[in-house]
C-alpha cells in the first residue's frame, strides 16, 4: 500500500483510527483503573448469567432450578448466596435431578457451608444411587461401612460398592476389594474375589489397591481349583512398584524390603535406601524406621547413628510402636546407641502402653530386676501378664518370679491392673 502524500487530506475514518492510536496508553490505564471501562464480554453482566432468572423459573422446571443452584453455590463471589443455592437445590432434587441430589448430600456430608447432618447426606447419597449414579453408590456405601451418622452394614456397603464397581468406578473397586478381603469367612476362593476387583482398579492405575493387590502376592493367600498357588514374589514387587512410583509411602517401604533382601527383584541395598528414604519423607513410620535401621547399620547408605537415632525418634513419634521399642532396647543395651537407661525405659513404656507386646515384655524385665527403674513387682507382674495374653510366652516365666515376690493382696492388685488395661491408640 502507497503511504500518503504530504499535504494529503486525510479521511475521517483515517484520522478516528491515528488519534486512537495517538491515545492508546491513556486508553490502557482507564483499563485498568475502571475494570469495567471498555468493551463487555458476551454475557458478563448479572442477568444474562446462567441463563434464566429467580423471576423466570417456574416450579416445574427442575433444570434450571437446578442451574441457578450452581450458580449461587459456586459463582462469582457477589452472587455466591448459600442459602439460595440449598433452596433451589432442594427443588430440583425433590423433582429427580440426580446432580442436585448428590450435591445436597455432598454439602450435608461436608458441613463446611452448612449444618453437618449425616442422616440427611445418607438420604440424599440414596436417592441418587437408586438412579445409579456411581460416585453416590460409593459414598452411601462408605457411610454404611463406617456407620458414620447411620446404621453400620457392613453388607449394605459390599451391595453399594459392587454396583458403583460394575459401573468402573476406580475406588468402588479398590473399597469392594479390600471389603471383601476383610470379610472373609474362609470360604471356598473369597479372597478370589477380592483379588479380582483389586486388580481392576489396580489396572486403573489406583496406587492403594495396587498396593493391596501386591500385599495378596506377597501373602500367596489365592487359590486354584482348592490348591494354594502359595507367595508369588515377582508379582508382588510388581505392584508395590507401580504403587511405589505413584507416591504411595506403604508400596514405597515395602518394594525397599523387596530390593534389601532380593525378594522378586535384584537385591539392591542402595536402591532399598532410595525407597525408604521416599516413604520416610512422606512421614510413613515403617519407611521412617526402615531408614533409620539402614543408617544404624551402615546398610546401602553410609552409617551414621546420629541420622538413625533422628529417624527412630521421627518413627516413634508418628506412632510406631516397634520403632519405639528398638529404640528402648538400643538405648537399655548401649549396643549402637549410647546407653541411657532413663530414655530406654520412656520408649519401651511408649511401646508397651500401644500394644507391643516384645516392648512388654522387656519393660517387665526391667521393673522386676530394677534396671533403669526402681523394682516394682506389681508392675513386672501387670506387663508380663499382658504380653503373655498377646503371645509372648516367654512373660510366663517372668510372671511367676513376679508373684514369688508378693503377697496375695498384690498379687491380686496385679492381676486387676492387667484386665484393666486397653491398648493406647
Not at 453399594?160 to 460394575?166: G, M, P
Not at 495378596?216 to 504403587?243: H, M, N, Q, T
Not at 508418628?318 to 529404640?327: M, S
Not at 508392675?379 to 496375695?408: F, T
Amino acid at each position: 500500500m502507497k503511504g500518503l502524500k504530504a499535504g494529503k487530506t486525510v479521511s475521517k475514518p483515517m484520522r478516528i483510527m491515528r488519534d486512537l492510536e495517538n491515545k492508546r496508553p491513556l486508553i490502557f490505564l482507564l483499563i485498568l483503573m475502571f475494570p469495567g471501562f471498555g468493551c463487555k464480554e458476551s454475557g458478563s453482566d448479572e442477568t444474562s448469567q446462567g441463563g434464566a432468572q429467580e423471576g423466570e423459573i417456574g416450579p416445574s422446571d427442575p433444570k434450571a432450578q437446578y442451574q441457578l443452584a450452581v450458580r449461587y453455590l459456586g459463582g462469582r463471589r457477589r452472587d455466591k448466596d448459600i442459602t439460595k443455592a440449598v433452596k433451589w437445590l432442594n427443588l430440583a432434587a425433590d423433582q429427580g435431578i440426580v446432580q442436585a441430589q448428590y450435591d445436597l448430600a455432598r454439602l450435608h456430608l461436608e458441613g463446611d457451608e452448612i449444618v453437618k447432618n449425616i442422616p440427611v447426606a445418607a438420604e440424599w447419597f440414596r436417592k441418587a444411587a437408586e438412579q445409579g449414579d456411581a460416585r453416590a453408590q460409593h459414598d452411601f456405601a462408605t457411610i454404611h461401612l463406617y456407620g458414620d451418622g447411620v446404621t453400620k452394614n457392613p453388607k449394605d456397603a459390599e451391595k453399594w460398592f459392587r454396583k458403583a464397581a460394575e459401573q468402573g468406578d476406580a475406588n468402588s473397586r479398590f473399597e469392594l476389594g479390600n471389603l471383601l478381603f476383610a470379610l472373609n469367612d474362609g470360604g471356598e476362593n473369597d479372597y478370589d474375589e477380592a483379588e479380582k476387583w483389586l486388580r481392576l482398579a489396580a489396572e486403573q492405575n489406583h496406587a492403594g489397591a495396587q498396593c493391596n493387590l501386591a500385599i495378596i502376592y506377597d501373602l500367596g493367600i489365592l487359590e486354584k481349583d482348592g490348591k494354594p498357588l502359595g507367595r508369588d514374589p515377582v508379582e508382588a514387587a510388581k505392584w508395590f512398584l507401580r504403587s511405589a512410583e505413584q507416591g504411595g509411602s506403604s508400596a514405597q517401604r515395602s518394594i525397599g524390603d523387596c530390593y534389601r533382601v532380593g525378594d522378586g527383584v535384584k537385591r539392591d541395598q542402595v536402591e532399598a535406601v532410595r525407597w525408604y528414604r521416599k516413604s520416610a519423607e512422606q512421614g510413613n513410620s515403617d519407611g521412617e524406621r526402615a531408614l533409620a535401621r539402614a543408617y544404624l547399620k551402615g546398610s546401602g547408605v553410609r552409617k551414621n547413628v546420629d541420622e538413625a537415632i533422628k529417624w527412630f525418634k521421627k518413627s516413634a513419634a508418628h506412632g510406631g510402636t516397634h520403632a519405639q521399642y528398638l529404640l528402648g532396647v538400643h538405648y537399655l543395651e548401649g549396643d549402637e546407641i549410647p546407653k541411657d537407661s532413663a530414655e530406654a525405659i520412656t520408649f519401651l513404656l511408649k511401646a508397651a502402653k500401644g500394644g507391643h507386646p516384645q516392648a512388654q515384655l522387656r519393660l517387665a524385665t526391667c521393673y522386676l530386676e530394677g534396671l533403669g527403674t526402681p523394682e516394682d513387682s506389681v508392675v513386672s507382674y501387670m506387663w508380663s501378664d499382658i504380653a503373655l495374653r498377646l503371645g509372648e510366652e516367654d512373660a510366663k516365666e517372668l510372671r511367676h518370679k513376679a508373684e514369688r515376690k508378693m503377697s496375695p493382696y498384690f498379687i491380686k492388685k496385679a492381676q486387676r491392673l492387667s484386665k484393666e488395661w486397653k491398648p493406647e491408640r
